[in-house]
């Protein structure tokens, strides 16, 4: 593989990189495509954004007229009646703090499922506030500008995946409560021996990231639009957007944004919905026979210390040493239940495992090719709809240099280096009863595996990244 350096020439030239050292990006092939960029709103590696657009926002300029040719004669408000209408709002955003040079949109996207199922862009506001420098791009404008429209959402989208849907939701939340565990629980307490396996590596390869990535001249400021301090300062804003109880209850989580669905009949395309929801299901059932196993009565977790303390932990703000989790069930100060337990341990075990895989492992089929997945683009964001040409995209695109360290980085991350779900590289557990329980989880595993490929094997475009066996248990790279 040969970059030499400056910046690259045509899209062939920038293809033509790819041989058997790294290999395809997954999402190349097809990346300008509209049905590809429904896709990544789907299945790639930010699917926790799109939600069920029930109203247009009045800040949001698109009207019906400009997108009439896009909903296949419905109207607007018969597409969200039919619930066949989705949005975006990455407002969350604004007043970030971005590289200098750079820029990161904040923008606002309307998506349509289609006749056959699909999800379609219809609409790209790239900010927050219609204006007539601030147009609403639609499939019907000119090709290359509209592309342009799509890459500029995808610097913003990608920003956001890597600060919160990946950083702060992942990584940096479940270090929190690894180390309220360990502060809290003896090994010997069976809630530590059901939760360590899922903290393996968490704290050091957390180090590593902070140190070499996210330090100031690392990775994430040659590469991301809000560089180091913007990724820093919006894992801040939206820490208390994450709630145990909602972002950490998947079921809640899809219902909060009006896309939970059992039967396919909202977004049939969303196979990482499906998938979660099927290992959620599974965690779930797992670690309720291991709760109850243990506290057959109320009284033994009310009168149990160890976890009364980890409870504070988990809510005591972070001002004062704690996590500061909000929707935590540690109600009047204590947990008195199984459910409260259950919930809790649920939700560490599900954000350690599927959640960090679904926004990892994708990584290099999403940011490998620069075009398909932009972290920042050179120029500014388009403020009108004038024809633009190929040459006009590539010209934004990042230099070879930086195309060479995001393909590494992204190459590196999106490799899995420990036991897959429910093979635990330490074993913790020996009470029989315990053991048991988890050799059933395991069985549970294979048969969800099982599904997932035969699900796969009837589909053109396959949603692979959240199999049993290709799940870590832990956040370990």
């Given at each position: ?292 196993l243990y506290y057959d009565t109320n009284d033994k977790i009310i009168n149990d210390v160890e ?109 899995r280096s420990t036991n897959a779900l429910g093979d635990f590289e330490v074993t913790y557990t ?48």
């Amino acid at each position: 593989m040969i970059f030499g350096s400056g910046s690259w020439e045509t899209l062939e030239d920038l293809t033509g990189v790819y041989l058997k050292t790294f290999g395809d990006p997954k999402e190349m092939e097809n990346w300008k495509s509209d049905e590809h960029f429904g896709w990544q709103r789907l299945n790639s590696v930010n699917p926790n954004l799109i939600r069920l657009c029930t109203e247009i926002p009045s800040k949001f300029g698109v009207t019906e007229e400009c997108i009439k040719e896009c909903l296949e004669g419905l109207t607007l408000s018969e597409a969200m009646s039919k619930k066949r209408l989705f949005i975006v709002d990455l407002e969350i955003l604004d007043g970030i703090t971005c590289v200098e040079g750079y820029i990161s949109p904040v923008p606002i996207a309307l998506f349509f499922v289609n006749g056959t199922g699909k999800l379609m862009p219809v609409a790209i506001q790239l900010f927050q506030q219609k204006g007539p420098e601030n147009p609403v791009f639609v499939p019907t404008d000119p090709p290359y500008t509209w592309l342009f429209a799509k890459m500029w959402y995808n610097v913003a989208d990608s920003n956001y995946h890597q600060a919160l849907t990946h950083l702060g939701y992942t990584h940096l939340l479940m270090e929190g409560i690894c180390i309220a565990t360990n502060r809290c629980l003896s090994p010997s307490h069976p809630m530590f021996k059901l939760l360590a396996p899922h903290f393996l590596f968490i704290i050091a390869i957390n180090d590593r990231a902070l140190n070499f990535l996210v330090s100031p001249g690392g990775w994430i400021d040659k590469t991301m639009a809000i560089g180091a301090v913007g990724i820093l300062e919006l894992t801040k804003k939206g820490a208390d957007s994450w709630r145990m109880n909602i972002e950490g209850n998947y079921a809640e989580f899809l219902n909060s944004r009006g896309v939970y669905c059992c039967d396919g009949s909202i977004l049939p395309t969303f196979y990482q919905r499906d998938d979660s929801m099927v290992l959620y299901g599974a965690i779930r059932d797992y670690v309720t026979k291991y709760v109850n196993l243990y506290y057959d009565t109320n009284d033994k977790i009310i009168n149990d210390v160890e976890i009364q303390t980890f409870g504070q932990e988990l809510t005591k703000s972070k001002s004062d040493g704690g996590c500061g989790i909000p929707g935590v069930p540690f109600e009047n100060g204590k947990f008195s239940k199984a459910d409260q337990l259950i919930e809790v341990f649920t939700s560490v075990i599900f954000s350690s495992s599927v959640v960090h895989a679904a926004a990892n492992f994708p990584q290099y089929d999403a940011y490998g090719f620069p075009p398909n997945y932009p972290t920042k683009i050179k120029g500014v964001p388009p403020k009108n709809k004038n024809p633009l040409k190929e040459e006009d995209i590539v010209k934004s695109l990042i230099d070879k240099s930086t195309t060479l360290d995001t393909m590494v980085i992204t190459r590196i991350l999106s490799e899995r280096s420990t036991n897959a779900l429910g093979d635990f590289e330490v074993t913790y557990t020996y009470d029989p009863a315990a053991v048991k329980i988890v050799e059933e989880f395991r069985q549970n595993l294979k048969d969800i595996s099982l599904k997932m490929h035969q699900r796969n094997e009837k589909l053109v475009q396959k949603y692979e990244y959240l199999y049993p066996e290709e799940i870590p248990n832990s956040i370990s790279i």
